[in-house]
């Protein structure tokens, strides 16, 4: 069975400032991973997701994320964070054929001005 | 476009009392999912569905029960509300397994739910 772990249950950043939240899993077989973000109130959405090929994904609103294999991560990064950012985020993993997707804890991110 | 939609946004129970969740999706998806959200624990599945007429048990089922009678309509029974079901619901759809081959999961925005 597949496995999500968030490194970080919150992360306070300044406007402008870079950001990278991280996000490790655990599977035996071939994975998809996805960052979905869910804004104050509302529902999650999709971010980004890889799927295969190159391990540089890039998302919605400036996120990008990288697949490492040999590091099992999935680290979402942003070069610079806007107070609309704040948010939380949550790292997903799923295999081929497997019925759901796997959440892992979210982490909080606070963007200060 | 609707997407997702389900009511009612926020409820209060009192222990005991039973009462139901209504999902229902516009997207023609086969998939649907209830999850449950709790501070700091992620998402957690309770029930989902690969079509109508079947439902199967995630990982967080007991309390609750679901039915799948239509493609567009997933609704969520709390039968005897405790306070450990105090938490955000949010239902969900996809076109097929959700998370295999890549299919994107549409959440609806949340049903909060405080039992006292």
């Known amino acids: 069975a597949q496995s999500v772990t968030q490194l970080d249950s919150q992360v306070p950043v300044f406007e402008e400032a870079p950001v990278e939240l991280r996000c490790n899993y655990s599977s035996s077989v071939s994975v998809y991973l996805f960052w979905y973000v869910q804004y104050p109130n509302q529902g999650l959405q999709l971010l980004l997701k890889?799927?295969?090929?190159?391990?540089l994904v890039k998302g919605i609103n400036g996120f990008e994320a990288e697949f490492n294999k040999s590091q099992t991560s999935f680290h979402l990064r942003k070069p610079s964070v806007h107070i609309s950012d704040t948010a939380e985020y949550f790292c997903a993993v799923s295999t081929q054929g497997a019925q759901k997707l796997v959440f892992g804890q979210g982490t909080r991110l606070t963007i200060n001005p | 476009n609707a997407g997702v939609t389900q009511t009612p946004k926020f409820r209060i129970l009192k222990i005991g009392q039973s009462m139901t969740l209504q999902c229902t999706q516009d997207?023609?998806?086969?998939?649907m999912y209830w999850y449950r959200q709790d501070p700091g624990m992620g998402l957690k599945l309770i029930y989902y569905s690969v079509g109508a007429g079947i439902t199967d048990k995630g990982e967080v089922p007991n309390g609750y029960n679901v039915s799948r009678s239509t493609t567009e309509d997933f609704p969520l029974r709390l039968e005897l509300a405790a306070p450990s079901q105090t938490s955000v619901y949010f239902c969900?759809?996809?076109?097929?397994?959700?998370?295999?081959?890549?299919?994107?999961?549409?959440f609806g925005e949340g049903s909060w739910l405080t039992v006292v």
């Open positions: 890889y799927l295969s090929g190159s391990t």
């Open positions: 997207m023609n998806h086969n998939y």
């Open positions: 969900a759809s996809s076109s097929s397994t959700g998370g295999a081959y890549g299919n994107t999961i549409y």
